[in-house]
């Protein structure tokens, strides 16, 4: 079933489930997660159904796998009854479970139910708050997010990279750019601005934002970049309204020696 589902053949992989004569939670888990790694929740959904219809108690991993497969507003009810039967078995106090319920709602786009499960949690990790935060600002609730980013730093959260790129990803209109600014801030404080990574996610948000001065200024100072580099810059560009620039930049990126790709010709 995994076999099947790493290479894509959602139909053959049901059909090695379907066949099976016994099937335990590792079972049921291995289907659902195919499922939602391919994008089909409501599938992802009917087999969580069945699965309690035959008396296999969920475990942790099955709750992880469940609530990343739903992804939408209308979704939600789904995702509320999959809440109530992870609070049944108390595996809402398990970090991992935690962070996936409030994943999920802010993917939902359910804020004041994300912050209710992440005002809950017992422990909390760099994942906890980058996921909080960064829900706040793809929903543009500027001031929270702002909030919640700064009271991470106050209990001395272990951030990196990754962390910050979350959240730079989630930064989109100029109403975050204050966001924005204060999470650059931050990288350049900690030295992370040198990264191509974070760089480029940076090049990326002030794009989104709107702030074509901050775009220009953070890649001039880029001492390393590659094709998505590159890529964010064009698009960039264009998000900003400046053509002529983007044109400019891919001309550029041929002189620098690179090869554009199918995201370079899209944007």
């Not at 009810?77 to 991992?96: M, P, Q, T």
């Not at 940076?202 to 100072?221: A, I, K, P």
């Amino acid at each position: 079933v995994n076999m099947y589902g790493k290479c894509g053949s959602l139909e053959d992989a049901r059909r090695m489930f379907d066949k099976m004569p016994e099937r335990n939670v590792v079972s049921w888990n291995a289907m659902i997660a195919v499922y939602t790694q391919h994008g089909c929740g409501e599938e992802a959904s009917k087999v969580f159904r069945r699965m309690q219809q035959e008396g296999v108690s969920p475990d942790r991993v099955t709750f992880i796998s469940i609530l990343n497969a739903f992804a939408s507003g209308e979704a939600i009810a789904l995702g509320k009854l999959v809440h109530g039967i992870a609070v049944v078995g108390r595996f809402e106090l398990d970090l991992v479970v935690g962070n996936a319920l409030v994943s999920m709602y802010s993917r939902c786009g359910s804020m004041a139910n994300a912050w209710r499960v992440f005002s809950q949690m017992r422990d909390r990790d760099a994942i906890s708050w980058t996921v909080m935060t960064a829900g706040y600002a793809r929903h543009g609730y500027v001031k929270e997010s702002i909030g919640i980013f700064r009271q991470m730093k106050d209990e001395d959260v272990k951030l990196n990279k990754i962390t910050f790129i979350g959240i730079l990803n989630a930064c989109g209109g100029p109403n975050v750019l204050a966001l924005g600014k204060v999470i650059h801030a931050d990288i350049v404080d900690r030295g992370l601005d040198t990264d191509v990574i974070v760089g480029t996610a940076l090049v990326g948000m002030y794009g989104r934002c709107g702030g074509m001065e901050d775009v220009r200024q953070v890649f001039d100072t880029m001492i390393e970049r590659d094709v998505v580099a590159w890529n964010a810059m064009v698009a960039a560009c264009v998000d900003c309204g400046c053509s002529k620039e983007a044109f400019e930049f891919f001309w550029l990126m041929h002189q620098d020696g690179l090869k554009p790709d199918k995201v370079t010709f899209i944007s």
